[in-house]
């Protein structure tokens, strides 16, 4: 039995998804510039795409705007927002746990672009401190970045609350949001709740890879970083990706269609694994607790095995057909240690012990319950050779 539940690194594409995309790539090809029927036709699947995705976010079309993924629309965002802002300030403000596609993209815009970053702490479970962040914003600040949902430990944060501090206090900050890991999982609803900025991407939401989308809204200052013929109104250049962009759009569409269900079920097989894990010796649960339906994803759990090395452990569950992560998988194969599990002050000597199980609506709690049984067999023995 091949059992895959590192779901927060990539999911499985939805048949309907496949096929609508072989249908495109066959018989609805053309450029959606062109201005013959070829050209027309494609151009339909990206209108029909723009207004599924603004339906399911409450949001109007010409809002959303497609890109590569997650990665691009992050930097869109930032680097997007520091150029259209730039004489209006250069105060940063983000958290320790974020991706690296923002972290990443900070340090350049400190480095670079002579902005100054605030890099706000977080508690044990992973959730920034409304309070600080509040005292951090000044008047020389133009952009807020916290992130919905953490892709190592499942924190969600209080983005309503954040966004209608700035637009009460600060209106004039723009307020963005990785909603990677969020989007699909969870109901969005940046208007409501203050968010001028919200990357999104599809390859996590059962969609194709090379794909996202960047919510914009209505008035928010922003320069394109990429450059070509002008699509997507001048925002983001280049000839659009059709079969990505409605694969994207059903794949969204298919989850949004029964959400509550699904995140009440993602939730019980999270609650059974997380109960079964604490039975194990020597393991132990990172993030916020697993019975927080407010501060917590409903389908992201981490867990760290004493005495034993990640990497050790995954390759072993590996050999038994058990796919899991030692971590984020968007940073290559570099073995570093983790920016989150340093920012929730893990103990130094789980660091290097610890896995990231992530779910879907793929997952059964059968592979779950033969994940444990694997687990409680080999722990004993690899621990064996634990240096001591």
């Known amino acids: 039995m091949e059992i895959y539940l590192d779901n927060s690194a990539t999911t499985r594409v939805f048949p309907e998804a496949v096929s609508l995309m072989d249908k495109i790539?066959?018989?609805?090809?053309?450029?959606?510039?062109?201005?013959?029927?070829?050209?027309?036709?494609?151009?339909?699947?990206?209108?029909?795409?723009?207004?599924?995705?603004?339906?399911?976010?409450?949001?109007?079309?010409?809002?959303?705007?497609?890109?590569?993924?997650?990665?691009?629309?992050?930097?869109?965002?930032?680097?997007?927002?520091?150029?259209?802002?730039?004489?209006?300030?250069?105060?940063?403000?983000?958290?320790?746990?974020?991706?690296?596609?923002?972290?990443?993209?900070?340090?350049?815009?400190?480095?670079?672009?002579?902005?100054?970053?605030?890099?706000?702490?977080?508690?044990?479970?992973?959730?920034?401190?409304?309070?600080?962040?509040?005292?951090?914003?000044?008047?020389?600040?133009?952009?807020?970045?916290?992130?919905?949902?953490?892709?190592?430990?499942?924190?969600?944060?209080?983005?309503?609350?954040?966004?209608?501090?700035?637009?009460?206090?600060?209106?004039?900050?723009?307020?963005?949001?990785?909603?990677?890991?969020?989007?699909?999982?969870?109901?969005?609803?940046?208007?409501?709740?203050?968010?001028?900025?919200?990357?999104?991407?599809?390859?996590?939401?059962?969609?194709?890879?090379?794909?996202?989308?960047?919510?914009?809204?209505?008035g928010t200052k922003l320069a394109p970083v990429i450059f070509g013929g002008g699509q997507q109104g001048g925002m983001r250049s280049g000839t659009e990706n059709v079969p990505g962009i409605a694969a994207m759009a059903l794949a969204a569409g298919k989850l949004y269609g029964d959400i509550d269900v699904e995140r009440e079920r993602l939730f019980e097989l999270k609650s059974f694994f997380a109960e079964e894990l604490l039975k194990l010796p020597g393991v132990y649960l990172n993030g916020p607790s697993h019975t927080d339906t407010k501060c917590a994803a409903p389908h992201i759990l981490s867990a760290s095995f004493e005495g034993v090395r990640s990497?050790?452990?995954?390759?072993?569950?590996?050999?038994?057909?058990?796919?899991?992560?030692?971590?984020?998988?968007?940073?290559?194969?570099?073995?570093?240690?983790?920016?989150t599990l340093g920012a929730i002050a893990l103990k130094p000597e789980l660091m290097d012990c610890t896995l990231r199980f992530s779910f879907s609506v793929f997952t059964k709690k059968e592979e779950l319950e033969e994940t444990l049984k694997a687990l409680a067999e080999m722990l004993p023995e690899l621990r064996k050779y634990t240096r001591h």
Do not use: W
């Open 25 to 218: 790539y066959t018989e609805d090809y053309g450029n959606p510039s062109s201005a013959h029927l070829k050209g027309v036709e494609a151009e339909k699947y990206i209108k029909g795409a723009k207004e599924s995705l603004a339906k399911i976010l409450r949001a109007k079309p010409g809002e959303i705007y497609f890109t590569s993924g997650g990665t691009e629309s992050d930097n869109l965002a930032l680097i997007g927002t520091v150029h259209a802002k730039r004489r209006m300030g250069s105060h940063l403000i983000t958290t320790a746990i974020e991706h690296p596609a923002v972290l990443r993209t900070m340090e350049y815009l400190e480095r670079e672009e002579g902005c100054t970053v605030t890099y706000l702490p977080v508690d044990k479970g992973g959730v920034v401190d409304t309070g600080m962040l509040k005292k951090a914003v000044n008047d020389d600040t133009i952009l807020v970045s916290v992130m919905h949902t953490n892709n190592e430990i499942g924190s969600v944060q209080p983005l309503e609350e954040i966004g209608a501090f700035l637009k009460e206090k600060f209106p004039k900050v723009t307020f963005h949001t990785d909603a990677v890991q969020g989007f699909g999982k969870a109901k969005i609803y940046p208007h409501k709740a203050g968010i001028d900025l919200m990357s999104v991407s599809s390859h996590k939401i059962h969609g194709p890879k090379g794909m996202g989308f960047l919510y914009v809204a209505e």
């Open 311 to 339: 990497e050790v452990l995954l390759h072993a569950l590996e050999d038994k057909g058990i796919y899991v992560s030692s971590g984020s998988a968007c940073s290559t194969h570099k073995n570093t240690l983790s920016d």
